[in-house]
């Protein structure tokens, strides 16, 4: 059994992992986030080049290593009427964002890549999912700050706590709006590297 290895410092990322009896590691990589912030404009394609800039980066802190090791990365970001928003700064930019999501439509889009210590393929690829929200009132949005939930989470909210309360729909993969598109992942995993999730 090859290791796996979670390229996220991302709790949420790593619960999905946990709840899936998926027997991983995790290795935190640094990526200059804004560099591509400032180069690239479209959601989807921001995604990718992050998330593949976070395996790369895996890749190569463990080279040196003989663990013949599969490699996941993602990067998740809010999309709202064509204009993009991460993760918030501070609470005052916390309430900024969840004032924009409230009693609105948004995009949650997650770019995936996943690759091998010692294998020159890299598959990139991305997941968007709808998510619409409740109207929330100033008291709602600061009693949700208070909880430092935003805190690190694209859209400065996180759905497997305190959100799920102010979540009226989704459209699309119920764990991307966690963090990660978990199907996507078994379908890039048993087609790309001949690993099934469910046989482990």
């Known amino acids: 059994m090859k290791n796996i290895i979670l390229a996220s410092k991302s709790i949420d990322r790593s619960k999905l992992f946990q709840n899936s009896k998926i027997i991983f590691s995790t290795l935190i990589t640094e990526v200059d986030e804004d560099k591509y912030k400032l180069v690239i404009s479209h959601p989807h394609e921001l995604v990718k080049q992050l998330a593949k800039a976070k395996a790369v980066a895996a890749k190569k802190n463990l080279e040196f290593t003989k663990t ?14 064509g204009k993009i928003i991460g993760k918030a700064t501070d609470e005052n930019n916390a309430y ?54 935003w805190k690190g989470r ?24 966690v963090g990660l598109p978990m199907n996507l992942l078994y379908k890039i995993l048993k087609k790309e590297f001949n690993l099934d999730l469910l046989e482990i």
């Open 154 to 177: 694209a859209g400065a909210y996180s759905i497997g706590e305190r959100a799920s309360l102010f979540i009226e729909l989704i459209k699309g993969s119920p764990s991307n709006v």
């Open 68 to 81: 013949d090791s599969i490699i996941v990365a993602g990067d998740t970001i809010i999309e709202l009427n």
């Open 96 to 149: 900024e964002i969840l004032k924009q999501l409230s009693n609105n439509t948004h995009n949650l889009i997650t770019g995936i890549a996943v690759t091998e210590t010692f294998n020159p393929k890299m598959i990139v690829d991305y997941e968007s999912t709808s998510v619409k929200f409740t109207k929330l009132s100033d008291k709602n949005i600061w009693a949700y700050i208070k909880s430092g939930e």
